[in-house]
């Protein structure tokens, strides 16, 4: 799986729309960019996911570049509560069995 | 409908101590995980189960040994606890079937603490 890297951590305001970063240079034709978070002490929660073309969901939107080295979550209208550890995670289609391997990810923080 | 569930939420086990971390879930899914979290660290695979009846090491998985007892349990045991093993254990489950949402989505367990002294 192709390795990503992240920023440590970000702040928002509250009501502003948040864009949290994701390096995957390595990415290969066939992997997709995964994006799950994880509330303080509870386990990791699945967000969207993306092969080439733009994504949106009831949660997020995930914009990825054409050459597909880079995307960005979106969370368009942070609250408190969508402060989380995001991780951004590449590897193969849907369906498959290979393990899933979560990085360090950001820290957000929506301030008041 | 339950998801995963983990028992014990909390246990300590002094070192050189065994105990066996339980998770059940009840979504039919193909595949389990076991992760530990350290604090201030992301998530780090144990052993995985693609399916039932195979298990196979993830990134860290000396200390411990898993069953996959049948489809809905796979469990994490500790021979000899170590005070290198005090974490938080997730278990996590995902079907391996199907391109959509469904077949992408891992489902975590609320997560075990366990405490080696």
């Known amino acids: 799986d192709a390795k990503t890297t992240q920023p440590p951590s970000m702040d928002c305001a509250e009501g502003r729309a948040a864009n949290l970063p994701c390096n995957h240079s390595?990415?290969?034709?066939?992997?997709?960019v995964y994006w799950y978070r994880q509330i303080h002490s509870q386990g990791p929660q699945y967000i969207i996911h993306g092969l080439k073309n733009n994504e949106t969901n009831e949660m997020a939107s995930l914009i990825i570049t054409e050459d597909r080295k880079s995307s960005t979550l979106i969370l368009p209208h942070a609250t408190l509560r969508d402060t989380a550890v995001y991780y951004c995670?590449?590897?193969?289609?849907?369906?498959?069995?290979?393990?899933?391997?979560f990085g360090s990810g950001t820290q957000l923080t929506v301030l008041p | 409908n339950a998801g995963v569930t983990q028992t014990p939420k909390f246990q300590v086990l002094k070192t050189g101590q065994s105990m066996t971390l339980q998770c059940a879930q009840d979504?039919?899914?193909?595949?389990m995980y076991w992760y530990r979290q350290d604090p201030g660290m992301g998530l780090r695979l144990i052993y995985y189960?693609?399916?039932?009846?195979?298990?196979d090491k993830g990134e860290v998985p000396n200390g411990y040994n898993v069953s996959r007892l049948n489809k809905r349990e796979f469990s994490l045991r500790l021979e000899s606890a170590a005070p290198s093993q005090t974490s938080v254990y997730f278990c996590?489950?995902?079907?391996?079937?199907?391109?959509?949402?469904?077949?992408?989505?891992?489902?975590f367990g609320e997560g075990s603490w366990l405490t080696v002294v």
């Open positions: 189960s693609a399916s039932e009846g195979t298990t």
């Open positions: 979504m039919n899914h193909n595949s």
């Open positions: 996590a489950s995902r079907q391996t079937s199907g391109t959509g949402h469904s077949g992408n989505t891992i489902y």
């Open positions: 995670i590449v590897r193969g289609p849907p369906g498959s069995a290979r393990q899933l391997t």
């Open positions: 390595t990415i290969s034709g066939n992997e997709y």
